[in-house]
């Protein structure tokens, strides 16, 4: 970091410098007696000096500067200036003596010849040490700039890529089950060893159940929110939230929409999932998207959460898909009322009734009163107790 440092401030102080003695020394060209053979060469290196220079500063002021070169630039910035600071002397003695005598004779060139081709090789040596070095950190900034361009690319074609598996047919989103979300409820459940212990993976695939208005929709799309929230690196997410209102929903287009979620977590795009946005077909086998999420599972870690399978138009295959995505490894949340062919698909695999506790109700009652229109000072204990039976048997299902 010193180095870097050294750089920016040797740059711009040899920067004003070089100008400085480029004005000095075209004073003397205008008068000058005797110019010495290499005076010509000289104003060349200077004026190379001062191209170099700005080249340089423009790359720091890009951040673009090479740290490996770093060291040996910071030396040479030093040393130059040393060099360039006693020719500065020289001259300006020479100038502030011309000054007072400027009615008697012209200004003289203050060096010799032969000093005046030291300071040509001096100014050349250095130009050189420069401009090596603009070359390599120019070749680091075209290696950058191949680098964002590729990025770039590559991002636009992901978001191309992503749109084009995209489902056309709407999709549910989970925040809207989560608008009349009571705060502080289902903390129990989320962080319960049921739940913690799929999160961290330790059972993969587990099945939530329950009977209708128990509450295992608004649980789905908390599970989801506290998987996306829960800053899990190299984990790609996706849900599903079935529902009995679009009753001719397609396995290849919640497949299709799983795949687009779960490449928004991807890096890089896999090539099964490439190949075919390639083929560009629309009439996707359901075998190839299949393949897809697996090598999605394959690359990251890989959730899914699916609300109400008991609403699902095409449950059988869904089932078998399912299967197959256990044995590629991912993790699977699912949830549906407790009906016999879907217990029997989940009989070896951990399970939870789902229903909310006594404090879960409480909670909501007093969300609910908190903000409402009722007067909440006028409501007693007994009707508030009553409330909350009244909803412990609306969520029982009765």
């Given at each position: 970091m010193a180095e870097v440092l050294g750089i920016v401030s040797g740059t711009a102080g040899l920067l004003s410098l070089a100008i400085e003695v480029t004005k000095l020394s075209y004073t003397y060209i205008a008068s000058v007696r005797g110019a010495p053979k290499s005076l010509t060469s000289y104003i060349g290196e200077l004026a190379t000096l001062t191209s170099v220079l700005?080249?340089?500063?423009?790359?720091?002021?890009?951040?673009?500067?090479?740290?490996?070169?770093?060291?040996?630039?910071?030396?040479?910035?030093?040393?130059?200036?040393?060099?360039?600071?006693?020719?500065?002397a020289k001259l300006e003695r020479k100038v502030s003596y011309g000054r007072i005598k400027a009615k008697v004779a012209a200004l003289a060139w203050p060096l010799s010849e032969s000093e005046l081709q030291d300071k040509v090789n001096m100014l050349h040596r250095y130009n050189g040490i420069f401009s090596s070095a603009l070359q390599a950190d120019s070749l680091t900034v075209a290696i950058a700039t191949n680098k964002e361009l590729q990025d770039?690319?590559?991002?636009?074609?992901?978001?191309?890529?992503?749109?084009?598996?995209?489902?056309?047919?709407?999709?549910?989103?989970?925040?809207?089950?989560?608008?009349?979300?009571?705060?502080?409820?289902?903390?129990?459940?989320?962080?319960?060893?049921?739940?913690?212990?799929?999160?961290?993976?330790?059972?993969?695939?587990?099945?939530?159940?329950g009977k209708p208005g128990a509450g295992k929709t608004v649980l789905a799309a908390l599970v989801l929110r506290d998987v996306k929230s829960g800053n899990l690196p190299g984990t790609a997410i996706a849900s599903h939230f079935f529902s009995s209102s679009r009753p001719k929903e397609s396995v290849s287009n919640v497949l299709r929409s799983l795949i687009a979620?779960?490449?928004?977590?991807?890096?890089?795009?896999?090539?099964?999932?490439?190949?075919?946005?390639?083929?560009?077909?629309?009439?996707?086998?359901?075998?190839?998207?299949?393949n897809v999420l697996g090598a999605i599972a394959k690359s990251m870690t890989?959730?899914?959460?699916?609300?109400?399978?008991?609403?699902?138009?095409?449950?059988?295959?869904?089932?078998?898909?399912?299967?197959?995505l256990q044995e590629l490894g991912v993790r699977i949340f699912a949830t549906a009322r407790d009906l016999p062919k879907i217990r029997k698909h989940f009989e070896k695999k951990p399970r939870v009734e789902?229903?909310?506790?006594?404090?879960?109700?409480?909670f909501y009652v007093n969300h609910r009163l908190e903000h409402g229109e009722v007067d909440v000072e006028s409501i007693g204990t007994e009707l508030k107790s009553d409330l909350v039976s009244a909803i412990v048997k609306r969520a029982a299902g009765s």
């Open positions: 700005l080249q340089l500063d423009d790359l720091i002021q890009a951040r673009r500067v090479n740290s490996q070169n770093s060291q040996i630039l910071s030396k040479a910035l030093n040393d130059c200036q040393q060099e360039v600071e006693h020719l500065k770039f690319r590559h991002s636009t074609e992901a978001k191309e890529i992503i749109a084009w598996y995209k489902s056309d047919v709407a999709i549910e989103v989970s925040a809207s089950h989560l608008e009349d979300y009571c705060p502080s409820t289902w903390q129990t459940f989320l962080s319960g060893s049921f739940y913690q212990s799929w999160r961290s993976g330790s059972t993969p695939v587990v099945w939530g159940y979620q779960a490449l928004h977590s991807c890096p890089i795009i896999p090539q099964e999932a490439l190949a075919l946005y390639e083929k560009g077909s629309q009439n996707l086998m359901m075998t190839d998207l299949i890989t959730c899914i959460i699916l609300d109400a399978l008991d609403e699902c138009p095409f449950l059988p295959k869904l089932f078998n898909i399912l299967l197959t789902i229903s909310a506790t006594r404090q879960d109700l409480d």
